[in-house]
């Protein structure tokens, strides 16, 4: 009976101890800040509060090992008025999970950075290709893909047809979703010549 006694008092003083930490990780953002507790258990909090950490940063950096862009385009895409530009993109899936967990890549207009602002052309897993109903006619008429998605990873070859002055300096990009994780790559910069 004392001993439960006991470790009925250390689990309330872990709580406490705990709670303290958490407010003040919480207030001063650093560490260090939580080594000043009680020897017994400070020590011990540091660790398991760096383990939780590690265990974090390990789950975010091998979430998806593998997958990824492996083919982008260069920084700036060069086209030539009236003709048709292409931007060719590859991604690869890391492992069979990640080919289970995949939806969609698609591309499109960015406001020059890599988040895409304006859907243009996805395609799915089974490679059905989809275009936003929402762009202007115009601008539909100008669009398409070519390529596959496989297990493999994607090829894929988004063309922009007859391009014009209006499309000059916008920029683009391509992302990827894998069980709701965006994989991005942009922004590519379009650049008319003559």
Not at 37 to 43: D, E, I, M, P, V
Not at 80 to 86: H, K, M, Q, T
Request: proline fraction near 3%; hydrophobic fraction near 40%; glycine fraction near 8%.
């Amino acid at each position: 009976m004392a001993e439960r006694e006991r470790n009925k008092e250390h689990s309330s003083v872990l709580y406490f101890v705990l709670g303290k930490v958490q407010r003040e990780r919480r207030f001063k953002g650093e560490m260090q800040s939580l080594i000043p507790l009680s020897h017994a258990y400070g020590k011990y909090i540091v660790v398991v509060l760096s383990t939780i950490v590690f265990r974090i940063i390990l789950f975010f950096l091998l979430e998806h090992p593998g997958t990824k862009f492996t083919q982008e385009p260069p920084g700036k895409v060069f086209g030539n008025l009236g003709y048709d530009v292409s931007f060719h993109w590859k991604f690869a899936f890391g492992d069979d999970q990640d080919w289970a967990d995949f939806e969609e890549i698609f591309w499109g207009r960015t406001d020059n950075n890599d988040k895409i602002r304006n859907k243009y052309i996805a395609v799915g897993k089974n490679g059905k290709i989809s275009y936003n109903r929402r762009l202007a006619p115009s601008l539909q008429s100008q669009l398409a893909v070519t390529g596959n998605v496989s297990r493999r990873g994607c090829d894929l070859v988004f063309v922009l047809n007859n391009v014009s002055s209006s499309d000059e300096l916008t920029t683009y990009g391509c992302t990827a979703i894998v069980y709701g994780d965006a994989f991005r790559s942009g922004p590519i910069t379009l650049v008319i010549q003559g």
